[in-house]
């Protein structure tokens, strides 16, 4: 696959079209995967000093959508039409998340892709999600 947006672009368009997040950004962008960082802050912790399931579901859903933006170029228009997560373990405190995304399949009009979310450092995913996006139409 193509790379259309590299890291500095997609960590620019993010800024832009999406400054509620200032906490998530891109750190690498290669032919196979995105890895998206969420750095973590107290408000993204539940009771016992956790990491919240909520805070996880929307890396994995920022983190696929970039993954497929850096295959097709900028898309603020595309959208999440099923999604599944599993929680496997609990994230280590103190330690940012990693999603781990690669684009199973690229489409004219869906996308389907895939993250392991790993504690910083960490060896075993604390969380496995696959999504399936919905590409607009190019209207030319």
Do not use: W
Not at 1 to 25: G, H, K
């Amino acid at each position: 696959m193509t790379i259309q947006m590299d890291r500095d672009s997609l960590n620019a368009f993010l800024r832009s079209e999406f400054p509620q997040v200032p906490f998530i950004s891109v750190d690498t962008v290669a032919r196979e995967n995105v890895v998206v960082r969420l750095s973590v802050r107290d408000e993204h912790l539940r009771p016992g000093g956790t990491v919240s399931g909520p805070t996880m579901f929307g890396l994995a859903d920022v983190a696929i959508y970039l993954a497929i933006l850096a295959r097709i170029g900028p898309v603020a228009l595309a959208v999440t039409t099923n999604a599944s997560i599993d929680f496997m373990r609990k994230p280590e405190a103190g330690r940012d998340l990693l999603a781990e995304c690669r684009i199973l399949k690229l489409g004219r009009v869906l996308a389907v892709g895939e993250a392991l979310i790993y504690s910083e450092g960490g060896e075993e995913p604390v969380a496995r999600c696959s999504m399936t996006y919905s590409i607009p139409p190019t209207r030319g």
